[in-house]
């Protein structure tokens, strides 16, 4: 099964008058979606766009992991465990809320800043929060993020250029530029791709593309 939900179809959020624009793929806030509330784990995958000086005040979150990945600009990150941080693009931020705790994310750039956020269901509640960031992350070294069953790949492709998608229970593909193909479904920016029970799969890049893809497991 592979079921192909477009950009133009998320629901748009955030607070115009405060530089904040907001695309939601999944159920989230006040857009209540039944049949679209998670994928696998997956319970968020927001695009947040935010202007100079813009952002999100100290808020609450817990039994969550959280992962964000820079578009463009720099995302400053503080949270109630004590972590400050300026996070880039090509970085990976994880925040595992655990038990609970509160962070503030912010555009103190002078340029707009655009991020993915994804949340993603822990196999276990309960815990400490921790925080990790990793600089630069590579095609070739996915991040792994146990706490949810999942592994985050990240794909940099050339025009034509393939690459073979995991063979996984789930695969969740979300493409953040470029354009690419899987099977017969051609996907542009924002667009996203939920993948059960599908084998031997390729991701070919129709032009250069920078493509999320969660390896998920079966729970």
Do not use: K
Not at 20 to 47: K, M, Q
Not at 150 to 158: D, E, F, K, P, S
Not at 178 to 201: C, T
């Amino acid at each position: 099964m592979i079921s192909v939900r477009r950009s133009g179809d998320r629901f748009r959020g955030g607070d115009e008058a405060a530089g904040i624009d907001s695309r939601h793929s999944f159920s989230f806030g006040t857009f209540y979606d039944p049949d679209n509330l998670r994928f696998g784990p997956v319970l968020a995958c927001n695009e947040e766009r935010l202007a100079p000086g813009a952002g999100f005040d100290e808020h609450p979150h817990s039994h969550t992991e959280i992962v964000t990945w820079v578009v463009e600009g720099e995302l400053t990150h503080r949270d109630s465990a004590g972590h400050a941080t300026v996070v880039r693009a090509g970085d990976v931020q994880h925040l595992s809320a655990a038990g609970g705790v509160r962070h503030v994310e912010r555009n103190d750039g002078d340029t707009p800043l655009t991020f993915l956020q994804m949340w993603l269901a822990p196999l276990e509640p309960g815990g400490e929060p921790s925080y990790t960031t990793v600089a630069g992350i590579a095609d070739s070294t996915p991040y792994a993020l146990p706490e949810a069953g999942a592994m985050l790949h990240v794909r940099r492709l050339g025009e034509a250029e393939r690459t073979a998608l995991p063979d996984s229970p789930r695969v969740y593909v979300h493409v953040v530029a470029g354009e690419v193909r899987i099977g017969d479904e051609a996907l542009a920016p924002g667009d996203s791709a939920r993948i059960a029970g599908e084998a031997g799969l390729e991701l070919v890049a129709v032009a250069a593309a920078e493509v999320l893809v969660w390896e998920l497991s079966a729970d």
